[in-house]
């Protein structure tokens, strides 16, 4: 059985920084691609970034791209995201996922187990 936990959530203010960390129980981990969804009251669940099992691609929302960083180590079984830059819409629940064999990566449909989700608050 796989289990995700998401940590390192919390309230920082505009401009400010949070690492996020996934740490993944159950086996083959280091075969599967990852990534991180967020949602915010009233809204769908939307992707914010992936990662290819090997850690060699990576795929960044345009909201994104260029402030948020998605790492992974597969010996330690965690992966990570990096978000510096923070902005008031960057205000979520943000979750880790493991994507489906064989799919695109951008949907959450594309994935089969999730965490419970970590709040990030971003204050203006």
């Known amino acids: 059985q796989v289990q995700l936990v998401e940590s390192g959530g919390g309230l920082v203010q505009a401009g400010g920084s949070l690492r996020l960390s996934c740490a993944a129980s159950?086996?083959?981990?280091?075969?599967?691609?990852m990534a991180w969804f967020r949602q915010a009251p009233g809204k769908e669940r939307d992707f914010v970034a992936r990662?290819?099992?090997?850690?060699?691609?990576?795929n960044y929302a345009d909201s994104v791209k260029g402030r948020f960083t998605i790492s992974r180590d597969n010996a330690k079984n965690t992966v990570w995201l990096q978000m510096n830059g923070l902005k008031p819409e960057d205000t979520a629940v943000y979750y880790c996922a493991r994507r489906i064999r064989n799919t695109s990566g951008f949907s959450p449909g594309e994935y089969d187990y999730w965490g419970q989700g970590t709040q990030v608050t971003v204050s203006s």
């Open positions: 159950g086996r083959a981990f280091s075969t599967y691609a």
């Open positions: 990662i290819s099992w090997n850690g060699g691609s990576t």
